[in-house]
Each structure stands twice: as structure tokens, then as C-alpha cells.
């Protein structure tokens, strides 16, 4: 059980930094932006939360469920706020990698449930703004998101 433990800790610290990483981003890039005293009052209250659980919550799978909280913003998120926190998550060698999921549902040609129905309506004009993805793929994308809503319809 020692080494789990070792591993957990590391991802704790891991966890920890990324954590801080985020406020420090939102502190110096979202004055102007509504979300970021919401979200550094969320970013501390999930360090309390990890300092302060109980022993049956200090293992992998509990810590996974913070790491979850912590990335989906940063995830499926766009702009100057989020560019910044990856450049500074790789600048500090943390184990962590944005994953595009746009491109993984482009890929598979289809949105397979309504998480990724949700995430793509949410993220498809900033994307397009933002240059994430081209207008062939918007296009793509739009298709999909008919072809899920007539599959919901039957």
C-alpha cells in the first residue's frame, strides 16, 4: 500500500500546484472577467477540500474527482485565461495535457451522447471564433449536431 500512497501524494502536490496555477492565471488575466472571483473561490475551496478530507478519501479515486473539478473549466473552456493556465501547466512539467475532445468527436464523424452534445453547443462558435476549428469543420460539426438531434427525436 506504500507506494499507492506515494503516488497519491505526488498527484496531491501535482494537483496542488495545478490549482495554484489557475488562480495565479485568473488574478492576472480575468480582472475584467465575471467569472473569476467565482471560480478562484472555487479553486480555493477545492484546497481545502483536498487538505482537509478524511482518510478514506485520500486515495486515487477520491483525488480523481477533484482533478475532474479543476480541469473541466480549463477543458472545455476557450480564451486568454485558459491558453495561459495550459502554457503554465507545461512550462512546470506537470503531468497534465489538454485534451482536445473536438477533435475527437470530429474524428469519430458522430456525437455519442449528451455530454458531448452539451459540450459541443457550448464550445462551437467560440471554437469557430477562436480558430480552433475551420469553417469546413464547423460545418462538420453541425451536421453531427442534426444528426444527434434526429436520433434524441425517434
Known amino acids: 500500500m506504500k507506494p499507492n500512497k506515494k503516488t497519491y501524494e505526488e498527484e496531491v502536490n501535482n494537483l496542488l500546484q495545478a490549482i495554484n496555477i ?88 458522430k456525437i455519442k451522447n449528451d455530454i458531448e452534445y452539451q459540450f459541443i453547443i457550448d464550445v462551437m462558435q467560440p471554437y469557430l471564433t477562436e480558430g480552433v476549428f475551420t469553417e469546413e469543420e464547423y460545418a462538420q460539426v453541425n451536421g453531427m449536431i442534426d444528426a444527434f438531434e434526429n436520433r434524441k427525436k425517434r
Do not use: C, M
Open 22 to 109: 489557475a488562480i495565479i492565471v485568473i488574478q492576472e488575466n480575468g480582472a475584467s472577467d465575471n467569472r473569476s472571483i467565482p471560480l478562484n473561490n472555487f479553486h480555493a475551496q477545492l484546497i481545502e477540500e483536498i487538505k482537509n478530507s478524511g482518510p478514506q478519501f485520500r486515495n486515487l479515486k477520491s483525488l480523481s474527482y477533484k482533478i475532474d473539478d479543476l480541469f473541466t473549466f480549463f477543458q472545455e473552456g476557450s480564451g486568454i485565461i485558459v491558453d495561459k493556465f495550459w502554457e503554465k501547466i507545461k512550462e512546470s512539467n506537470l503531468p497534465y495535457k489538454r485534451v482536445n475532445r473536438i477533435a475527437k468527436i470530429l474524428k469519430r464523424g
